[in-house]
Structures are given as structure tokens and as C-alpha cells.
């Protein structure tokens, strides 16, 4: 009888305890970065870019199922995977390109939150943007991750305030439906750019690292008794079931939600002449006139609570590629001294991000650049995700299915295509 994945000595495994680093990851994709560019892009275009979500779900869901079972299976993250079986260069190569984007993404999320608490309670927007600097990278580097990761399951709840916004505004949903299926598509760059930011802000690079780090961080733990499935194969069938449903749970709920957010856009600022929108934070102010008060709260409490999740994420997920592809120690539950690189890079490039907002560079408007940077620079390393699930003297008997090995694949190609199709179109 195979054996059950435990995911602690004397932890329940059912229900929400099984919900770990896929529906945290699949919430932190809804980070200030992703609300600004779902609220620019409804705006902009209204329903006509509905679709996208839609089109993005099964794409996620596989890219992040390959980066889980990467993780899971080999008890590394992708970072050092990739040292390890395409050389420290391509390693460097690749994670330069993720530090790069989840600095901008840092320095703009964290803007948007200072931007959105000063909407709710007025002040000095960038002494909130230091202190939500400084909460992250304390909670990080102190509170000890088995403790932590609990809050941030708590705070994926705060994305359910862009589902409240949509409950309490008037939908016209037969042209909703209408402008998803049958959706009026614009050929031109700037439309071009829209959709690569929608599906860059969707399927991220520090998602696939996150994710992957994450399982490695369970199954390298010594009070845990899951082990890389290349060890202990008898775990494989439980531990694919829970990273199935985890994965899928976290993916879905993230879309749904980046489903709303573009509708609000949609139907208070777009059908009201408004379509041009800076940030996550001008959405919220934008949204009062029309729907009032508390729908502008809502949304810019969302994006602070939304915020608290993804910043660390963002951070972390730097550190461990970092680490990784350097051979270093990397681990949330390492003391400070026992991973210098990995918590020198977090902290790093949380100061990085911090800086951002004190520079003549506005991190409000690299919001929606993150998301292009982003899905651009997914292409290179989602293709090495995928040969290094495929490859089957990396996975073993796990290696990749058909099923899976098709949708990673086709999330690529997609990828790829929408990154073309952008800069064919720039000039134009």
C-alpha cells in the first residue's frame, strides 16, 4: 500500500493543511502588480480582454504543476536544478532576469500598498511604504517560516474583496458574457502589450521558483516526513494528489479573482469614459465616484492585504534562485548566519525595491512594465522547467506526463507567441 504524505510529525494532512504552496502562490500572483495591470487593462478595453483569463487558467495551472512536482521530486528548487544539469551560467543567466523583474515588481508593489493605506486613512504614503519594507523583511528573516506561512494562507482571504467589489456594482452580465466569448479584439500594439502584461502578471517567474522552493523546503525539513520522491517513491501518489488539488485550488482562485478585478474595471471606469489608469491605487480612488465610497475601500484594501502576501514572496523567491544558483544554503528555516547569500539577497532586494520609490523612477507606473518584463522573461525559463520535468534521469519514474508535458508546452508557445506578437507590433 503506498505510503500516505505526512506533511508533519502529528499534523492533520486534510482539508485547508493540505492547501499549501499552491494556493499561496497561485494568491500572491494577485499581487498590487497584478491589480494594476487587470484594472489598466478593463479599463482600457472593457470586456475585451476577459478572454485572457480564461485562456490563462489551464496554462498556470500547468507550468506551476510541472515547477511543484520539480521541487517535489527532486527536493531542489529550480535554481539549483538548473546549476545542476545546464551549468552555473544558464543558472545565472536565468535568475538575473528573475531579480531584475521581482526588484521592479518589489519597488512597485510596495508603492501601491503606501499609495492604497494613505487612500484609506490619509498620511505620508512613503513612510507606509518603508514600514511595509521593513515588516516583510523582519517577518522573513525572524519569525520562523512554519509560523509565518500560516499568515500568508490567512491573508490569500483579502483577495475576496475584489469578489465583494463586483457584489455590490451593477453588472450588466449579458454583455459580460457577451464581450468574454465573442470578445472584440484590437490588432495593435498597444492591445499587444495589454495581453502580454495580463498573461506576464499571470504566469510570473517567481511563481515557478516559489512553488518549486517551497515543496524543497517541506521535504528537506527533518520534522517533516515527506521525502524527494526520487528517495521515497511510495509518498508519489498521495504527494501528486495533494500538488493536483493544491495547485489547482491556488491557480483558480487567482483567476477568478483577476476575473473580477478586470470586470470592475470594466463596468465602473471603462463604460464611464475613464480608460486610462496609472495604478492599483488610482483604480480604488477612481472607483468612488461611481460605485461609491465603500467599493473604492474595498478595492484599496485588497490591495493592501494583497500586498502583505506578495512582497515576501517576490523577495523570497529572488533569494532562492539566488542562492541556488550559486550553491548556497537556502532555506526560510536557516538562521541568518547559516544562509548569508540567501537572506542577503531577500533583504537586498527588498531595500532595492524600497529605493525605487525614493527615485526619479515612478515604481506606480512600472507596475504594468513589471508584468511585460515578466512575460517576457517567463519564455527562457519556463523553457528549461519544462526539459527538466521531461527529463527522466532528473524526475525518474515521475518524470512528466502527456497531459502535463502538452499544457506546459502550449503555456510556453502561448508565452512566447504573445511576447512576439508585442514587439511586431511596436511600431505600428
Same mark, same amino acid.
Not at 132 to 144: E, G, I, N, R
Not at 150 to 169: C, D, G, H, N, R
Given at each position: 500500500?503506498?505510503?500516505?504524505?505526512v506533511?508533519?510529525?502529528g499534523?492533520k494532512?486534510a482539508?485547508?493543511?493540505?492547501?499549501?504552496?499552491?494556493l499561496i502562490?497561485g494568491a500572491?500572483?494577485?499581487?498590487?502588480?497584478?491589480?494594476?495591470?487587470?484594472?489598466?487593462v478593463?479599463?482600457?478595453?472593457?470586456?475585451?480582454?476577459?478572454?485572457?483569463v480564461?485562456?490563462?487558467?489551464?496554462?498556470?495551472?500547468?507550468?506551476?504543476s510541472?515547477?511543484?512536482?520539480?521541487?517535489?521530486v527532486?527536493?531542489?528548487?529550480?535554481?539549483?536544478?538548473i546549476r545542476a544539469?545546464?551549468?552555473?551560467f544558464?543558472?545565472y543567466?536565468?535568475?538575473?532576469?528573475?531579480? =531584475?523583474?521581482n526588484?521592479i515588481?518589489?519597488?512597485?508593489d510596495i508603492?501601491?500598498m503606501?499609495?492604497?493605506l494613505?487612500l484609506l486613512?490619509?498620511?505620508?504614503?512613503?513612510?507606509?511604504?518603508?514600514a511595509?519594507?521593513?515588516?516583510s523583511?523582519?517577518?522573513?528573516v525572524?519569525?520562523?517560516?512554519?509560523?509565518?506561512?500560516?499568515?500568508?494562507?490567512?491573508?490569500t482571504?483579502?483577495?475576496?474583496?475584489?469578489?465583494?467589489t463586483?457584489l455590490?456594482?451593477?453588472?450588466?452580465w449579458?454583455?459580460?458574457?457577451?464581450?468574454t466569448f465573442?470578445p472584440q479584439?484590437?490588432?495593435?500594439?498597444?492591445?499587444?502589450?495589454?495581453i502580454?502584461?495580463?498573461?506576464g502578471?499571470?504566469?510570473?517567474?517567481?511563481?515557478?521558483f516559489w512553488?518549486?522552493?517551497q515543496?524543497?523546503?517541506e521535504?528537506?525539513?527533518?520534522d517533516?516526513?515527506?521525502?524527494p520522491?526520487?528517495r521515497?517513491?511510495?509518498?508519489?501518489r498521495?504527494?501528486?494528489?495533494?500538488?493536483r488539488?493544491?495547485?489547482v485550488?491556488?491557480?483558480?482562485?487567482?483567476e477568478?479573482?483577476a476575473?473580477?478585478?478586470?470586470?470592475?474595471?470594466?463596468v465602473?471606469?471603462?463604460a464611464?469614459?475613464?480608460?486610462?489608469?496609472d495604478?492599483?491605487?488610482?483604480?480604488?480612488?477612481?472607483?468612488?465616484?461611481?460605485?461609491?465610497?465603500?467599493?473604492?475601500?474595498l478595492?484599496?484594501?485588497g =490591495?493592501?492585504g494583497t500586498?502583505?502576501?506578495?512582497?515576501?514572496?517576490?523577495?523570497?523567491s529572488?533569494?532562492f534562485?539566488?542562492?541556488?544558483?550559486?550553491?548556497?544554503p537556502?532555506?526560510?528555516?536557516?538562521k541568518?548566519?547559516?544562509?548569508?547569500?540567501f537572506?542577503?539577497t531577500?533583504?537586498?532586494a527588498?531595500?532595492?525595491g524600497?529605493?525605487?520609490?525614493?527615485t526619479?523612477i515612478?515604481?506606480?507606473k512600472?507596475?504594468?512594465?513589471?508584468?511585460?518584463?515578466?512575460?517576457?522573461?517567463?519564455?527562457p525559463?519556463?523553457?528549461?522547467?519544462?526539459l527538466?520535468?521531461?527529463n527522466?534521469r532528473?524526475?525518474g519514474?515521475?518524470?512528466?506526463?502527456?497531459?502535463l508535458?502538452?499544457?506546459?508546452?502550449?503555456?510556453?508557445?502561448v508565452?512566447?507567441a504573445?511576447?512576439?506578437a508585442m514587439?511586431?507590433t511596436w511600431?505600428?
Amino acid at each position: 500500500m503506498p505510503a500516505k504524505e505526512v506533511p508533519a510529525k502529528g499534523r492533520k494532512t486534510a482539508g485547508w493543511r493540505r492547501l499549501s504552496a499552491g494556493l499561496i502562490t497561485g494568491a500572491a500572483d494577485d499581487d498590487p502588480s497584478g491589480i494594476a495591470t487587470y484594472s489598466q487593462v478593463g479599463a482600457a478595453y472593457g470586456y475585451g480582454t476577459l478572454w485572457s483569463v480564461f485562456a490563462a487558467l489551464p496554462l498556470m495551472i500547468g507550468i506551476q504543476s510541472v515547477c511543484a512536482r520539480i521541487g517535489r521530486v527532486t527536493g531542489s528548487g529550480v535554481g539549483a536544478n538548473i546549476r545542476a544539469h545546464y551549468g552555473r551560467f544558464s543558472a545565472y543567466a536565468l535568475v538575473l532576469a528573475l531579480v =531584475i523583474a521581482n526588484v521592479i515588481n518589489l519597488g512597485a508593489d510596495i508603492g501601491a500598498m503606501g499609495a492604497a493605506l494613505k487612500l484609506l486613512i490619509g498620511g505620508p504614503a512613503l513612510a507606509y511604504v518603508a514600514a511595509f519594507a521593513l515588516l516583510s523583511t523582519a517577518l522573513q528573516v525572524y519569525v520562523p517560516f512554519p509560523y509565518y506561512s500560516p499568515m500568508l494562507k490567512v491573508l490569500t482571504l483579502s483577495l475576496f474583496a475584489y469578489v465583494a467589489t463586483v457584489l455590490i456594482i451593477k453588472v450588466p452580465w449579458t454583455d459580460v458574457w457577451k464581450g468574454t466569448f465573442w470578445p472584440q479584439v484590437h490588432f495593435g500594439a498597444s492591445y499587444a502589450v495589454a495581453i502580454v502584461a495580463v498573461f506576464g502578471t499571470t504566469i510570473s517567474p517567481y511563481l515557478f521558483f516559489w512553488q518549486a522552493a517551497q515543496e524543497a523546503e517541506e521535504v528537506n525539513d527533518p520534522d517533516n516526513a515527506r521525502r524527494p520522491l526520487k528517495r521515497k517513491p511510495s509518498q508519489g501518489r498521495d504527494a501528486l494528489q495533494r500538488i493536483r488539488i493544491d495547485t489547482v485550488s491556488g491557480m483558480l482562485i487567482s483567476e477568478i479573482v483577476a476575473f473580477f478585478i478586470i470586470l470592475t474595471a470594466a463596468v465602473v471606469l471603462h463604460a464611464h469614459g475613464k480608460t486610462h489608469i496609472d495604478s492599483a491605487a488610482a483604480a480604488a480612488a477612481a472607483l468612488e465616484p461611481v460605485a461609491g465610497r465603500f467599493a473604492s475601500m474595498l478595492f484599496a484594501a485588497g =490591495i493592501v492585504g494583497t500586498g502583505l502576501l506578495a512582497v515576501p514572496i517576490l523577495a523570497g523567491s529572488a533569494a532562492f534562485g539566488t542562492a541556488e544558483a550559486f550553491g548556497k544554503p537556502c532555506s526560510l528555516a536557516r538562521k541568518p548566519r547559516q544562509a548569508k547569500l540567501f537572506y542577503g539577497t531577500l533583504v537586498l532586494a527588498s531595500a532595492l525595491g524600497l529605493a525605487l520609490n525614493v527615485t526619479p523612477i515612478n515604481p506606480i507606473k512600472a507596475l504594468y512594465w513589471s508584468a511585460v518584463i515578466n512575460g517576457v522573461a517567463a519564455v527562457p525559463i519556463m523553457i528549461v522547467i519544462m526539459l527538466l520535468g521531461a527529463n527522466r534521469r532528473i524526475m525518474g519514474q515521475f518524470v512528466l506526463p502527456w497531459g502535463l508535458k502538452i499544457l506546459g508546452w502550449v503555456a510556453t508557445a502561448v508565452m512566447a507567441a504573445a511576447a512576439i506578437a508585442m514587439f511586431v507590433t511596436w511600431g505600428r
